[in-house]
């Protein structure tokens, strides 16, 4: 089945620091990858996306590249903010169409603090 | 983007009781909705996936006749949590698929809510 791993957190890091957060997938066929963000007390929200293999999606200054030959999916930002501060979730969505929707499948998620 | 309204956001009730948690899509037309449960310091678990007019399908392991889901309209749909248990006690999000976004879509999700059964 599909599965998705990423790192483990918290990952605690300055403001403007770098930052990667590592995401690594198993899936049969071609499935699309994204990155959800999860704000204290709110829902998940869609940062960004990616559709094929080589595509780079990009949002806010976060950006993550479709592996294929690695199976990866890294996020990663130039400069963080203290307002970054969130949990992200890496998943993966199955191409085929199943009743009506397709299924997410959500790696473990990351919590991300960025202190001044 | 969408808005995907989930109420209450948090509820705590006695053990044996039931708890109902609203999902509604305010701005779009949501033919499927999909619920999830998250544990702390782990993903979030589909249960159950919803089309609008139909009986929703439960993941393997997820208990049909203690989650029960509804989603009478292109809206709403409900999650009602039978003969609640303290093991019970989560996080469920929803999440819903616009209707006219093609094969693959965007999921907007609703807040979450934190049922502890006590």
């Known amino acids: 089945g599909n599965s998705v791993t990423q790192m483990e957190g918290p990952v605690t890091l300055s403001e403007e620091a770098f930052l990667t957060i590592n995401c690594t997938y198993t899936a049969t066929g071609y499935p699309s990858l994204f990155w959800y963000v999860q704000y204290p007390g709110e829902g998940l929200q869609l940062l960004l996306k990616a559709t094929k293999a080589d595509d780079k999606g990009s949002n806010k200054g976060f950006e993550a590249t479709y592996r294929k030959e690695t199976t990866s999916f890294h996020l990663e930002k130039g400069s963080v903010q203290v307002s970054d501060s969130a949990v992200y979730f890496c998943?993966?969505?199955?191409?085929?169409?199943?009743?009506?929707?397709?299924?997410?499948?959500f790696g473990t998620g990351t919590q991300l603090k960025v202190e001044l | 983007g969408a808005v995907v309204s989930q109420h209450p956001s948090r509820v705590i009730c006695k053990s044996g009781t039931s708890v109902k948690i609203e999902c509604r899509s305010l701005?779009?037309?949501?033919?499927?909705m999909f619920w999830y449960r998250q544990f702390p310091k782990q993903s979030l678990m589909l249960m159950a996936t919803?089309?609008?007019?139909?009986?929703?399908?439960?993941e393997q392991g997820v208990e049909k006749d203690k989650f029960l889901i509804n989603h009478a309209s292109l809206t709403l749909s409900t999650l009602t949590v039978t003969s609640a248990h303290p093991e019970d006690s989560s996080f469920y999000i929803c999440s819903a698929r616009d209707l006219g976004t093609g094969v693959w879509t965007e999921a907007f999700f609703g807040q979450g809510t934190r049922l502890t059964v006590v």
């Open positions: 998943a993966l969505s199955d191409q085929r169409l199943t009743g009506g929707g397709n299924k997410l499948t």
């Open positions: 919803s089309n609008e007019g139909s009986k929703a399908t439960y």
């Open positions: 701005d779009f037309q949501a033919t499927t």
